[in-house]
């Protein structure tokens, strides 16, 4: 039997209200390629993917799936999917060259031919500003350690804006801080690579900064539906011994709170402050900065994948670097049962307990899952089909444990699935596949997968209610 053979009763068993939408989203540097074409600067991420051991096998995203020249067949398939919004980012290096300064026509011609041809075919477009591609002129100045950074992402803001303004509504600054702060300057896992607390936490607060920065921009313009994205991984301790619900705790903190606390309440949680000044790398806040952060957003992006269980300990030798500031002590378990390709579990019901907690942390702040999905071994068979009947399961479960949380309060307005097609998947690079769309890297041919037929016929049955 295969995967689609019961899909139209698995599609008509999830119902969601009406006003309800449903997307797939991207990010610049994993599909656009054409990282040398009309003018585009290098970016961090082209810096650190040609970097010899930092990326899978030396892959870079130079040519990803070609959506700069591909986006028309690309929106295409949306259209075909049924989707009526997509999330995407801009490249700030195609936009600005030298991350400040001479602004690059060709770099934002290509995304209003973009918008232009969502909105022709009755899609939505959501922007993010920021998806990690930091251009690497500003690397050079310090990056996100340099508060100046927060002042030239602000300026981006607005030119990007002043482009696209009066046809995209929903605006989002960053796409998961928590990354470029932590995996780009702790662990050293993505760009830029650095490996030392001090940075680490400099990282933490400019972005933070940066978009407060921003949002104050895209305000004065008449912005009316500003949020950001954030990737949230619920920590539970091991046992409950002091030792692991404290190192839960303190993961817990770098992981989600230190990020939405200042977002919503406009301070950063107490005991994340003082991890970061006992681990020597204090938060280089200033007069007026939390007020910035803090100031109201219209929606919040949720990002989720999978959930963490950690004890304190002595990292096992040959386990990566730790991701959290003062966290060499504390270990991240294998997970039990199935996990992806990646290596993460699959944790629906951690997702309908993240929403409600979530709900109760920013209260009034409507929710937007911007992006959900899972990687898997992926071929397209001999009729010509992909099969990915683990991606559908993935997909159907955590449909309905976000239909739970709804059920129980929590104010989500819409899904993205991630992602859109199978693409450059960062320092892992195209071994890994999350798409509902099947990408052949050889030759480009897109093939939609079972999971994307199942996602079609979820969102078709929710329209015809």
């Avoid at 026509?105 to 959501?126: A, H, K, N, S, T």
């Amino acid at each position: 039997m295969s995967s689609t053979d019961s899909r139209p009763e698995l599609a008509a068993g999830l119902t969601f209200p009406p006003g309800f939408f449903f997307g797939a989203a991207t990010a610049a540097y994993q599909i656009e390629g054409a990282v040398d074409v009309d003018g585009r600067g290098p970016s961090i991420w082209d810096t650190f993917s040609h970097t010899p051991g930092r990326t899978f096998q030396g892959h870079t995203g130079d040519v990803a799936v070609e959506h700069y020249t591909r986006y028309p067949e690309d929106v295409a398939l949306m259209k075909e999917l049924g989707l009526s919004a997509y999330r995407f980012s801009v490249s700030w290096p195609r936009v600005l060259p030298e991350g400040a300064g001479r602004v690059e026509q060709r770099g934002l011609d290509f995304y209003r031919r973009l918008v232009d041809e969502l909105l022709e075919q009755g899609i939505d477009p959501w922007l993010t500003l920021y998806h990690w591609d930091l251009p690497q002129a500003l690397q050079d100045r310090g990056g996100w350690t340099s508060r100046d950074t927060s002042a030239r992402f602000a300026d981006y803001a607005g030119i990007v804006h002043d482009a696209l303004g009066d046809r995209v509504r929903h605006w989002s600054t960053l796409n998961e801080p928590m990354v470029s702060a932590l995996l780009g300057h702790q662990s050293g896992a993505h760009a830029p690579g650095v490996r030392d607390a001090v940075s680490a936490s400099r990282a933490v607060h400019h972005l933070l900064l940066g978009h407060g920065l921003a949002a104050g921009v895209l305000r004065e313009r008449g912005v009316d539906h500003l949020g950001i994205t954030l990737n949230f991984t619920p920590m539970s301790p091991a046992s409950d011994r002091p030792e692991d619900v404290d190192a839960a705790r303190r993961l817990d903190g770098q992981q989600n709170r230190m990020f939405l606390v200042p977002l919503v309440t406009g301070a950063y949680p107490e005991d994340v402050v003082a991890d970061l000044a006992a681990a020597g790398a204090p938060l280089p806040v200033e007069d007026g900065d939390l007020e910035v952060i803090g100031a109201p957003l219209d929606w919040l992006g949720v990002n989720y994948y999978f959930e963490e269980t950690v004890r304190a300990g002595a990292r096992p030798e040959g386990m990566p670097p730790t991701s959290f500031i003062g966290g060499e002590d504390v270990v991240e378990l294998d997970p039990e049962g199935v996990t992806t390709t990646m290596g993460w579990g699959v944790s629906p019901e951690a997702f309908t307990r993240l929403l409600c907690w979530i709900g109760e942390q920013a209260p009034g702040l409507p929710l937007v899952i911007t992006e959900n999905g899972s990687a898997w071994e992926d071929e397209v068979s001999a009729d010509g089909a992909v099969h990915d009947a683990q991606r559908v399961d993935f997909l159907l479960r955590h449909l309905a444990a976000l239909r739970t949380a709804m059920a129980d309060g929590v104010d989500v307005r819409g899904y993205f699935a991630w992602s859109l097609l199978d693409n450059y998947e960062w320092a892992r690079g195209y071994a890994q596949r999350f798409g509902l769309v099947h990408v052949d890297y050889e030759t480009q041919r897109r093939t939609v997968k079972d999971s994307g037929r199942v996602y079609a016929d979820v969102i078709r049955h929710h329209r015809e209610r």
